[in-house]
């Protein structure tokens, strides 16, 4: 609040500073037309997923009939390129998009974010022309749905020790995939899988499974108690032939899946946010209706400092991103800043969670509330795309030029 004017403290109790919030007025950094996408998210979020989301959750039943939805939104690869019917939009747009979605659920980011990030993003950075053309299209629409491959049970954090592997059929058109995948949002219902694996040489490279090839399975892990709402599930492959042509032409090695991580995760530094934002909100709302020894308990030092300590590292985390995303929109990020970026807000996140759910204190173990189930998607969130630990260890090689990896 700026102390010489009246309007500015009555706009920091305005009712749109809950929604937001936006403590250094940081709309000013973005465009008419970024806040203009960001209201219509946030309007389709409270039309169609807030209304059902604690029921999905509790029941861990994916909304499939939101998929075709998330594609009319333009939630699907939104920064990419227009051509093939992606949204030709910037990075800070796939940003902002991210934050609504994941300030409803962190699951419901989760399905856009692989599409978008790990699917339709390999395909337009390294796939030929006809695999553009055959899958971007109906991937962007939400009429085809797709997973990324990467993790195997016995290779997470070092993902290029990959034992899954191809060899050439010997007919000339195909090669026979063999081993497995775990951990991959999306699988069970996924049209098309983006899987890397290792040719007879060792060296990685990415591939186009569909489902319906023999040998292809894709079954479910049940009694997950993080990411409800997101379907997560295993890749198996038993002698699949995969055409020659579902091999991407422009990518070898590990930076090929690695490249594609640096997408999703940026993404992943604003969605955390959103989930932050929620339980900040929450918890500020029920602190001024709470009232215990006569008074709202927001007028206890103790719950202003979990509040005061939410904002601020709320309002540093939305300074962070959105410098990235002008870094991401000039080609200037480091994979290194987006690791910073993506390890900070994701922390921030699950604190602003720990302290709002102590804020509402019995309630904030009940599904009346948001905060529990974002707490527990935070716990998969602060996993994937990289570990916090793994994250820390980018930082630490790029400062130091020591790996402490191994
Ligand atoms: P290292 O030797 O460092 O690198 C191998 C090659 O890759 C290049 N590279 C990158 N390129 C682009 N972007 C990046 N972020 C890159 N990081 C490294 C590197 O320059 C090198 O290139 P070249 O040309 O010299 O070959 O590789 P390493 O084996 O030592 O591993 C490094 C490490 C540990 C950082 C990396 O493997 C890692 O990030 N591990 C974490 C694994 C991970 O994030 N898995 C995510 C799986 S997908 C997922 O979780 C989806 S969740 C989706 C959802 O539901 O939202
Ligand atoms: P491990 O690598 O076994 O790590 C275990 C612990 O050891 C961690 O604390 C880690 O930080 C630590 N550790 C590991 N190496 C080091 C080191 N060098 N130094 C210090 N500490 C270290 N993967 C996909 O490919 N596609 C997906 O769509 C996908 N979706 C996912 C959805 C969910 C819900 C979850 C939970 C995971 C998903 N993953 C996906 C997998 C995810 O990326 C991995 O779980 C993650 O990379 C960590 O691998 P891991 O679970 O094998 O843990």
Request: net charge neutral; proline share 4%; glycine share 10%.
């Amino acid at each position: 609040m700026s102390i010489d004017t009246k309007e500015n403290f009555t706009r920091s109790n305005k009712q749109d500073q809950y929604i937001q919030p936006d403590y250094y007025v940081l709309d000013d950094l973005l465009t008419e037309e970024h806040k203009l996408i960001r209201a219509s998210v946030r309007e389709y979020v409270k039309r169609e997923l807030s209304p059902i989301i604690e029921d999905v959750a509790q029941k861990a039943q994916f909304p499939y009939h939101i998929l075709k939805q998330l594609g009319d939104i333009g939630a699907f690869g939104p920064q990419l390129p227009a051509e093939y019917g992606c949204g030709g939009m910037d990075y800070i747009t796939y940003g902002i998009i991210m934050q609504e979605l994941e300030r409803c659920d962190s699951g419901i980011r989760s399905t856009a974010s692989v599409q978008g990030s790990l699917v339709m993003y390999p395909i337009t950075k390294f796939g030929s022309e006809e695999q553009k053309h055959k899958y971007l299209p109906r991937l962007a629409k939400g009429e085809i749905m797709g997973c990324f491959g990467l993790t195997e049970p016995n290779h997470g954090s070092n993902p290029g020790g990959m034992t899954t592997n191809f060899k050439d059929a010997g007919d000339g058109k195909n090669v026979i995939l063999n081993g497995a995948k775990m951990w991959i949002s999306n699988s069970p219902f996924a049209d098309i899988a983006v899987v890397w694996a290792k040719n007879e040489q060792g060296i990685i490279h990415g591939m186009i499974v569909e489902r319906g090839m023999e040998g292809f399975t894709t079954p479910e892990t049940h009694n997950k108690w993080s990411l409800r709402t997101s379907v997560t599930g295993e890749l198996v492959f038993n002698d699949v032939k995969v055409p020659k042509e579902n091999i991407f032409p422009g990518v070898t090695g590990l930076k090929g899946p690695l490249t594609c991580l640096n997408s999703a995760r940026f993404g992943i530094a604003w969605g955390a946010l959103g989930a932050a934002m929620d339980c900040y909100d929450t918890a500020l709302r029920y602190s001024k209706e709470r009232i215990q020894f006569g008074r709202p308990i927001g007028g206890f030092q103790l719950q202003q400092k979990k509040l005061a300590e939410m904002i601020t590292e709320i309002t540093k985390g939305q300074l962070l991103v959105w410098r990235l995303g002008v870094l991401m929109n000039e080609g200037r990020a480091t994979p290194a800043q987006i690791s910073m970026a993506k390890r900070n807000n994701v922390e921030i996140a699950q604190n602003c969670a720990r302290n709002a759910r102590q804020m509402l204190g019995g309630m904030g173990i009940t599904g009346e509330y948001p905060i529990m189930r974002h707490m527990m998607n935070l716990e998969s969130v602060v996993t994937y795309e990289g570990t916090h630990d793994i994250h820390l260890l980018i930082t630490g090689m790029d400062v130091t030029g020591e790996n402490a990896f191994m």
